[in-house]
């Protein structure tokens, strides 16, 4: 089963984040849902099965409201979004203090980690139009053609 299908009782749980930088928000994931669903006992299809009945997969609308409330009494928050902006990792949703310490020890992890090979030697912010986590290698490699030719 795919992560983002497994884990989809934590909310939003597809990591729109560069390739290398997905195991690192997967971890997280997977270290934020003991936190937020702190029930051990709760088979994993049965919080999955719960928050389809409480929102229908969505993170913005309820579908039943007694489901709802009572996802509401079992999890201590939900995923609302995950991506990578400004050279970072976001995720976004409503946690306990916990879930902000992995959530912050994720984003330092993320903005130490190359997000187009997974190097973590050298790895620096570039603006290339865009903002870009890039180690030295990369840098190189993906430098728009303007700044790679000599100026006259």
């Known amino acids: 089963m795919e992560f983002s299908r497994k884990?989809?009782?934590?909310?939003?749980?597809?990591?729109?984040?560069p390739g290398p930088w997905q195991p690192i928000v997967e971890k997280a994931i997977i270290e934020m849902e003991k936190e937020i669903w702190p029930q051990r006992w709760l088979p994993r299809f049965v919080k999955r099965w719960i928050h389809w009945l409480a929102t229908g997969g969505s993170v913005v609308r309820v579908k039943?409201?007694?489901?709802?409330?009572?996802?509401?009494?079992?999890?201590?928050?939900?995923?609302?979004?995950?991506?990578?902006?400004?050279?970072?990792?976001?995720?976004?949703?409503?946690?306990?203090?916990?879930?902000?310490e992995i959530i912050d020890q994720a984003e330092k992890?993320?903005?130490?980690?190359?997000?187009?090979?997974?190097?973590?030697?050298?790895?620096?912010?570039?603006?290339?139009?865009?903002?870009?986590?890039?180690?030295?290698?990369?840098?190189?490699?993906?430098k728009p053609e303007k700044q790679k030719s000599k100026i006259r």
């Open 64 to 100: 039943y409201w007694w489901a709802y409330r009572l996802r509401e009494k079992l999890a201590h928050g939900s995923i609302t979004d995950i991506k990578d902006k400004y050279a970072g990792l976001r995720i976004y949703g409503s946690f306990n203090d916990k879930c902000y």
């Open 7 to 17: 884990y989809s009782h934590m909310g939003y749980s597809y990591p729109g984040v």
């Open 109 to 142: 992890e993320c903005d130490e980690t190359c997000e187009a090979c997974g190097s973590k030697d050298d790895v620096i912010v570039v603006d290339y139009g865009w903002l870009y986590n890039y180690c030295k290698d990369c840098r190189e490699e993906h």
